[in-house]
């Protein structure tokens, strides 16, 4: 079984800090994502990663980065924390086959 | 227009019975749909995959491909209450691997 593992489960930061969210495949996939998930809005692509170093922006990359050093890590970075990116963010591998999903961080900015 | 679209529900169906869950997407050279299920508090589960038009029958699920109509479903037979979950819709984007969901569609399964 593919296995995806977020670095956390649940995070609080204060407005303007810098976060790291760290994701972490086993199955050698090359495509890897972050999405946040908020009530209403459904799930929506931040970043996406297509081989190591390489990254594309997706719909809201706004006030994101990204980092793939290694195929199997991706990371999500939130440049300066504000309230606005209180949410739940997923990171999923994809082997071409669909995407899986890890347990997802909800991250709470106060 | 939403990439892709489903109906927020929730959609309310009888123990034993076929609950039957629709998306439509926009992007015409879409190759690749998916279908997740996500129970409150978890994160989005694989359940179907399909890409050519047609149905693909897995247990009791069935998806259907319609790309002419640009439309996709995902039946459910002899539902169960433990089947009541939101479930989401993914399609792929043409010339890329980026992945886009539909908001999903709560379902209830009523014994």
């Known amino acids: 079984d593919v296995k995806v593992t977020q670095s956390s489960r649940y995070l609080v930061k204060r407005t303007g800090e810098k976060v790291f969210l760290e994701c972490v495949q086993d199955?050698?996939?090359?495509?890897m994502f972050w999405y946040r998930q908020d009530p209403g809005l459904g799930l929506r692509l931040i970043y996406f990663?297509?081989?190591?170093?390489?990254?594309e922006k997706g719909d809201i990359p706004e006030g994101y980065s990204v980092s793939r050093e290694k195929k199997e890590r991706f990371s999500l970075i939130l440049e300066s924390a504000s309230t606005n990116q209180t949410s739940m963010y997923l990171c999923?591998?994809?082997?071409?086959?669909?995407?899986?999903f890890g347990q997802g961080t909800r991250l709470t900015v106060v | 227009q939403k990439e892709v679209e489903q109906n927020s529900g929730p959609l309310s169906v009888p123990e034993g019975a076929i609950a039957s869950l629709n998306c439509t997407y926009s992007?015409?050279?879409?190759?690749?749909f998916f279908w997740y299920r996500q129970y409150s508090g978890k994160s989005p589960e694989l359940i179907m995959s399909?890409?050519?038009?047609g149905d693909k029958e897995d247990g009791r699920f069935t998806a259907q491909l319609n790309k002419a109509s640009q439309y996709v479903s995902l039946l459910i037979r002899d539902s169960q209450p433990s089947d009541s979950a939101t479930y989401l819709c993914?399609?792929?984007?043409?010339?890329?691997?980026?992945?886009?969901f539909g908001a999903g569609t709560i379902l209830r399964v009523k014994s």
């Open positions: 999923a591998s994809d082997g071409r086959v669909g995407a899986f």
């Open positions: 199955m050698d996939h090359e495509n």
């Open positions: 990663s297509y081989d190591v170093k390489m990254k």
């Open positions: 992007d015409r050279g879409s190759q690749s």
């Open positions: 399909i890409y050519s038009n």
């Open positions: 993914a399609v792929n984007r043409s010339g890329g691997n980026k992945l886009v």
